[in-house]
Every structure is written in C-alpha cells, then in structure tokens.
C-alpha cells in the first residue's frame, strides 16, 4: 500500500535517525551537501560533513569505503529523485556534481549573495591592516568564545558538571566523533 506522506513527518523521522545513527547522519549531510554545491572532490565533501557531523565521522581505519557506500546510497536517493550525480575530472571542475544542475543551486547561489552584502568593507579594510599575530590573536579568541559558548550550554543543561569537565565534554564534541 502506497501513502502519500506530508514531508514534514519524513523529515521529522528522518531528523530522529540522524539524531541516532552516524551512517543515516553522514549521508544525509552528503545528499545535503550535493543538493547545494558541485564540483566537489571527495576530500571536500569529506570536509564539510566532518564540520556538521565531528571530526572522523567516517572512520579512522577504512574511511575511503565508509565515503564510497555513503555515495553510493547518495547517488541511489539522487537518482530515486530523477537527477543523475556524475563525477568530474576536468582540471577546472573536478568532483562529484549533479548532472545538468548549476554549480550552485538557486538556494545557495542566493544564501551566498544575501550574505555577502552583509559584510562591510570597512570591517576588511580594518583587518587587512591588522599583522598576520593580531589576526592570528582574533582568530583564536574567537574560537575560545565560542567553545566558552558551548561549555555554558552544558553547563546549563548538567548543573552537575564543573567547569573543567563541561570544557573537556565541549572540547571532545568538537575535535572527537
């Protein structure tokens, strides 16, 4: 029997086996992934799930299969859909793409334009006078704000926890899958 379901209960399914299931969470971010971008190498795609998934999320033995099932499936789910995911070795374009699409889909090409005309060109022109140590130096309090930012979630949701222990969990969320 053959009901037609409202997408948002799949996506709510779907959100829950990710929640649960590192394999469900990798191709999903794949599938993701390739919807928005092409041309991108298998290091790339790789890169990009590991900064939404966790860092080895693949693996640390046998990653290279993990990645080739992963896109298999991915381009079995693309093509359920009617797109057709190929790979490129142009030097100018390698990498997986979906055939016929733009290197960006229109979502993206306009989530990238919107952003850009946030940004001001004082603020570059500030930081391009800055030495490589003061960048360097931004760079890092940046990152510490925003672990500092993760370690008060914690905290907040395990009272419990101390300080160091909330830090060490915020540290391991982000460097271990």
């Known amino acids: 029997m053959n009901i037609a379901l409202s997408p948002k209960a799949i996506e709510v399914v779907l959100h829950d086996a990710m929640q649960r299931d590192i394999t469900t969470a990798r191709r999903a971010a794949l599938l993701q992934i390739l919807w928005n971008e092409r ?3 298998r290091v790339q795609l790789i890169v990009r799930a590991e ?3 966790g860092r080895n999320c693949f693996g640390t033995s046998a990653w290279e299969d993990t990645f080739y099932r992963d896109m298999r499936v991915v381009k079995q789910a693309f093509q359920a859909a009617g797109y ?3 790979y490129s070795r142009n030097r100018e374009h390698p990498g997986y793409y979906l055939h016929g699409q733009p290197a960006l889909s229109p979502e993206f090409k306009q989530l990238v334009k919107a ?3 946030e940004v001001d060109q004082r603020q570059i022109d500030i930081y ?3 030495s490589a140590a003061a960048r360097f130096r931004q760079g890092c ?6 672990r500092n930012v993760v370690v008060y979630r914690i905290r907040q949701e395990n009272p419990k926890l101390t300080p160091q222990e ?6 391991q969320r982000a460097y271990k899958p």
Do not use: K, M
Request: hydrophobic share 50%; charged share 10%.
């Open 39 to 41: 041309y991108l190498t």
């Open 51 to 53: 900064y939404r998934l």
């Open 84 to 86: 057709l995911v190929e």
């Open 115 to 117: 952003s850009a005309s």
């Open 128 to 130: 391009h006078q800055l």
């Open 141 to 146: 309090a940046i990152s510490d704000t925003a």
């Open 166 to 171: 909330a830090n060490q969990l915020a540290l």
